[in-house]
């Protein structure tokens, strides 16, 4: 079920799309175990100790409620004109080549470079 909000959004991506623009969507997606090594490797790095914060945690012990409200964000506000990209994100190598490799796809085909 659609909300107010999400057709809004929806709405002005369509508006954006329709100037001619682009719109690339990705959503990192890590498992809980993963999450909790970055935690506490951050918890325990001096140089690292600023990227986590007690709402980090906080968030943390809501992570089933996150869950549906991203899937439900996920159904509601991919279209057509702007799809999401879930990116497997355990492995940031893996990652950051995905999301790459999904942008210089897209610029591609929206360029259609192989008629030059």
């Known amino acids: 079920m659609e909300t107010c909000l999400q057709g809004e959004i929806n709405e002005f991506e369509n508006i ?10 990705f959503w990192l997606q ?7 090594e970055r935690f506490k490797n951050r918890q325990n790095n001096p140089e ?7 709402e980090d945690w906080r968030n943390r012990s809501k992570w089933k ?11 509601e506000t991919s ?13 940031k190598r893996y990652s950051r080549i995905k999301i790459l490799k999904t942008v210089t796809e897209t ?10």
């Open 48 to 54: 690292k100790i600023w990227k986590i914060t007690d």
């Open 107 to 116: 610029l591609e085909k929206e360029l259609d470079v192989g008629s030059f």
């Open 65 to 75: 409620e996150y869950k549906i409200a991203v899937d439900e964000m996920l159904q």
């Open 30 to 36: 890590i498992d809980k175990d993963a999450q909790l």
């Open 16 to 25: 954006i799309v329709g100037t001619g623009a682009t719109i690339l969507k």
């Open 79 to 91: 279209t057509i004109s702007a799809q999401w990209t879930v990116v497997e994100s355990n492995d």
